[in-house]
Nanobody
Framework: VQLVESGGGSVQPGGSLRLSCVAT????????MEWYRQAPGKRRELVAS???????KYSDSVKGRFTISRDNAKNSTVLQMNSLKPEDTAVYYC??????????????WGQGTQVTVSS
């Protein structure tokens, strides 16, 4: 199983970016799909999560600005980030709780994508 992320880049404060993540491989089911971020010198933190039934949760720091969505048929998730702030600058990682075709369950991570918010 692989998670491939796309999107990210550099944007001015107040701007928007869209991150995408697609899971491929021997997948039977995916439970939660999540986005984490890690800024230099800081711990990785959970930003947003979405369950297989499309229930969503957000960290307080991004609530009202970020939106997580999911396409179960495509094993994919999108993080729409609006009203970006300099403190949103970090490497963003996709995570998926996957049940494989062998009926084993693992956490998989994407490779990370850089988001930089600066004027």
């Amino acid at each position: 199983v692989q998670l491939v992320e796309s999107g990210g880049g550099s944007v001015q404060p107040g701007g928007s970016l869209r991150l995408s993540c697609v899971a491929t491989g021997a997948i039977k089911d995916i439970n939660n799909m999540e986005w984490y971020r890690q800024a230099p010198g800081k711990r990785r933190e959970l930003v947003a999560s979405i369950s297989s039934t499309l229930n969503t949760k957000y960290s307080d720091s991004v609530k009202g600005r970020f939106t997580i969505s999911r396409d179960n048929a495509k094993n994919s998730t999108v993080l729409q980030m609006n009203s970006l702030k300099p403190e949103d600058t970090a490497v963003y990682y996709c995570n998926a709780d996957v049940v494989t075709l062998a009926f084993t369950r693992y956490d998989f991570w994407g490779q990370g994508t850089q988001v930089t918010v600066s004027s």
